[in-house]
Each structure stands twice: as C-alpha cells, then as structure tokens.
T-cell receptor
C-alpha cells in the first residue's frame, strides 16, 4: 500500500540558508501535518492543512512557512536556518480532521552546520 | 493549551515481564492514539480509542481509555525483544484537531 512520501530523506544546510521539505500524502488523504522531532524528544506539532487550507498552527517559527497544493502535497519552507533547527521533520497524512489515524512518513533529517 | 503527560519516561524490563505506560491529558480528549517508534524510525500507528472506558486488545497489547476521556494506558504482557521502542500517546480534543504527543516511554527489553 502507498505510504506517505517525504523528500529528501536527508539534508545538510549551512546556517542562514533555506531549505524546502516536501511531503506527498497517501492518495485520497486530504489532511497533512508537520512535526519536528529533536533527538530523544517527542514530535512537536508545527502546522497542519486540511483541503489546502491551514487547519491548525503549533510551534512553527516565523522563519518557516508551509502550504498544501492542489494535488494535496505539502511543502515546508525554512529560511534563515539556525543550528537549533537540526531535527527530524515528519509529515503525516490522514483522511479528514478528527478521530482519524495519522500515517507518518519516514521523515527528513535536517542537519544545519 | 492542551498538554499530554506520559509516564514513565524510560522502562527497562526482562524479556517476559509486563510493561505499562500511562498517559494523562490536561483537557478532555475526543480521541487518543498510540504510536510506536523504533530507534531511527518514524512513528507507526498502533490504535485509536474514541469511547469513554474503551478497551482494545492487539495480541499482547491492551489499550484503555479512561471514563473521563482524560487518561489512557498501554499494557504489554510478556514483553519480547521485538517490543523495544518508544511508545507515544497522542490526543486531540474539542476544536483542536492537531495531535498532541506525550513525551513517550522508551522501552528496552533484556533478553
């Protein structure tokens, strides 16, 4: 069965550079979530989209932005990268907003040097 | 905002022993989900509980949702080395659709 696809899997950037992470949800899933997970920590919610509109916002820095496109894929844009942005970034998708399981992608490991 | 607390943070057991992790929310939840994350992997959905007092079983795993829908537990009977990983609870509630994760419980199993 198709799963959530994230690209790239690994990314190395220098401080102050920009990065774009992409997420392709499971077919027919209309909701996408972005999470940031630091080493040994729980996933922290960043932002979510439902039917191409932002549905919820968490601890996403102003330097980051995201959107969901007409084909339901989503991109997380990160600018002025800082060392502390180094983390695993997970995208998850679901069908609908509430009471529905979320399927996680394998994540993008971002390292800022 | 909604907070989800999870204990213990770590649990080390001998193979064959039981294991339980507990989850408490600061607010009433509409549902709670449990995920397992292996080292270096991504969270994998285990189960979702929606009803007050609900109990669900998956082989050696038993999941409970409290009557007040503010707490939940995951119990593993007779742990195996394949159970190693971090178990997260994640809840959503009210108009808040996002999943808020607990800190997770890292389970290690000594063969």
């Amino acid at each position: 069965a198709a799963g959530v696809i994230q690209s790239p899997r690994h990314l190395i950037k220098e401080k102050r550079e920009t990065a774009t992470l992409k997420c392709y949800p499971i077919p027919r899933h209309d909701t996408v979530y972005w999470y940031q997970q630091g080493p040994g920590q729980d996933p922290q919610f960043l932002i979510s989209f439902y039917e191409k509109m932002q549905s919820d916002k968490g601890s996403i820095p102003d330097r980051f932005s995201a959107q969901q496109f007409s084909d339901y894929h989503s991109e997380l844009n990160m600018s002025s990268l800082e060392l502390g942005d180094s983390a695993l970034y997970f995208c998850a998708s679901s069908f609908g907003l509430s009471n529905t399981e979320a399927f996680f992608g394998q994540g993008t490991r971002l390292t800022v040097v | 905002g909604q907070q989800v607390m999870q204990i213990p943070q770590y649990q080390h057991v001998q193979e064959g022993e039981d294991f339980t992790t507990y989850c408490n929310s600061s607010t009433t939840l509409s549902n709670i989900q449990w995920y397992k994350q292996r080292p270096g992997g991504h969270p994998v959905f285990l189960i979702q509980l929606v009803k007050s007092g609900e109990v669900k079983k998956q082989k050696r795993l038993t999941f409970q949702f409290g009557e007040a829908k503010k707490n939940s537990s995951l119990h593993i009977t007779a742990t195996q080395t394949t159970d190693v990983g971090t178990y997260f609870c994640a809840g959503s509630g009210g108009s808040n659709y996002k999943l808020t994760f607990g800190k997770g419980t890292l389970l290690t199993v000594n063969p």
